[in-house]
């Protein structure tokens, strides 16, 4: 993949640590206000002000585990307003919780219009999409990673809500990339989806010979 970048998505405690230019940080979730703008103290709040001075430059938002914390539609579009109209990228996740059901496409379709409201389409360079199955995720019993041709027509029709939001043209750029149960054994097959921008990678990456190996098949793609 020409130009591949990898980026690191620590816990909060970790990004100073990491804070040394050589390393493009991500957060894992951000406060949806900017205080003192926001309005009140917003005790143990981090928001994405605070994330740009620490050097973050990108934020996941919406990830199925916080949706299963019990986050809301209307608070991870708080979020995603929040991130980039502060000058920060974004990876919106969506996905359907139970494999094979009938109406996952119009789950996901909610997700996105419901995470996507409001924000102008001047600011979809900022957002990328993260179509990550609940069920595919490696920390679920059973888990199994989706297959690349699913991923492939799930990516199109993403494109389509996309484009009913923002119209063609913004809809063929906003980047689609796949997370779930992501390895070494089967990224390449991910990548080479036509339309493919990339992987979120969950738990193989704790694991630091098999992130170096992911990085290798993304090398070859």
Known sequence: MK???VVIAPPFLYLPLLKSGQVKLAAQDVFWGNPPAGGGAFTGEISARMLKNLGVSCVII???ERRE???SEELINKKLKAAVSSGLKAVLCVGEKERGSENFQELVKAELKSGLKGIPRRLASRILI???PVWAISTNKRAKPD???NFFEM???IRRVILDIW???TALRVPVIYGGSVSSKNALGFLEVKGSAGLLVGGASLNPTE???ILDEVKKS
């Open 3 to 5: 130009k591949a970048e």
């Open 62 to 64: 919406g990830h199925s």
């Open 69 to 71: 914390l019990g986050e």
């Open 130 to 132: 993260a179509y990550e």
């Open 147 to 149: 297959s690349p041709y």
């Open 155 to 157: 990516s199109i029709f």
């Open 167 to 169: 119209g063609s043209r």
């Open 211 to 213: 992130f170096n190996k």
